[in-house]
């Protein structure tokens, strides 16, 4: 999708790129492929080499300043401090905006009945749009990169990965991928006014994936499924979630329970002119890197 209210980007960009959550599951990797392509970066994060903190607006302006390009890894709360973040990378002189959002963000009931449409991803899409800078939006799915460096990890090597998403499935999107959508964004030009829905190649459900981990490790994990309510009260007393948080979470889930995270989407074949990178490409670097053990 192309829309008309941000400025045309013609040529690439030129001058330092702000990462806002630098040392994060996509920010790490933009950060790296940006210093490969030899672009002076900036990783920004609360204990980073940039000093940044969503909760402490002081430390927005020093991050900002002199930046050309900022990739915003946004807080999922509400109400978001996206839109305060834009009105200072404008007042700072940044020419381009690239906004990692969510799928699904605009399609409601997609996490449920209880979610509003859009909610702070939907305030830091508004926001973005409306700066007058240059725009690009990311829309991944669920991260192929769950299984091997987050919130799966544990339940896949501890052989049993218990989750309340039924029969589901969905089209597990390459991190790596991601990055790359952005860095091209961030430093090309022609991306301008784009939302980038992304996706793997293929849907699998949750068995189908540790299915791929075996057949690169020899070793199987059996999946679960779980009614949400076990899973929820699990996270509370298990994990150490609060009630809201391990609420978010379960919610989180729904996509793919519902199969609505199974449709492939075209946008790293638009921005980056290639299909995705398939899940058993992800699963099988993970292994040989002994994630699993």
């Known amino acids: 999708m192309t829309t008309s209210d941000t400025r045309t980007d013609t040529t690439p960009t030129r001058g330092p ?24 970066t900036r990783a920004a994060s609360r204990s980073g080499e940039t000093r940044f903190d969503w909760a402490e607006p002081a430390t927005w302006g020093p991050a900002l300043d002199g930046a050309a390009a900022v990739y915003i890894v946004p807080l999922d709360t509400s109400p978001s401090p996206t839109p305060a973040l834009v009105e200072q ?19 409601p009931g997609y996490f449920g009945p209880g979610h509003d449409v859009g909610g702070p991803h939907g305030e ?7 700066s007058g800078l240059e725009w690009t939006i990311l829309r991944p799915g669920w991260f ?27 089209a ?25 829905g992304l996706s793997g190649p293929r849907a699998l459900g949750i068995a189908d994936v540790l299915d791929e981990i075996a057949k690169a ?21 298990g994990q150490g979630f609060t009630d809201e948080e391990a609420g978010l979470w379960t ?12 449709p492939v989407l075209d946008g790293v074949r638009r921005a980056l002119g290639r299909e995705p990178r398939d899940i058993a490409d992800v699963v099988r670097e993970a292994a040989a890197q002994g994630v699993w053990g």
């Open 17 to 40: 790129v702000l990462v806002i959550g630098g040392t994060g599951k996509t920010g790490r990797r933009v950060v790296a492929r940006l210093r490969e392509l030899g672009v002076e």
């Open 89 to 107: 990378a404008v007042v700072s002189g940044v020419r381009r905006l690239v906004l990692l959002s969510a799928r699904g963000v605009d399609v």
């Open 124 to 130: 830091g899409e508004r926001a973005v749009r409306a």
């Open 144 to 170: 192929a990169q769950n299984f091997s460096e987050g919130v799966f990890l544990d339940g896949v090597r501890s052989g049993e990965l218990a989750l309340p998403t039924g029969d589901g499935k969905a």
């Open 172 to 196: 597990f999107v390459d991190a790596d991928d991601i990055a790359a959508v952005a860095v091209a964004a961030l430093t090309e030009g022609g991306h301008a006014g784009q939302e980038y």
């Open 217 to 237: 490790t020899g070793k199987r994990a059996a999946y679960v499924p779980v009614d949400p309510s076990v899973f929820r009260a699990g996270l509370v007393e």
């Open 251 to 262: 919610d989180a889930l729904i996509p793919i329970t519902t199969s609505q995270e199974a």
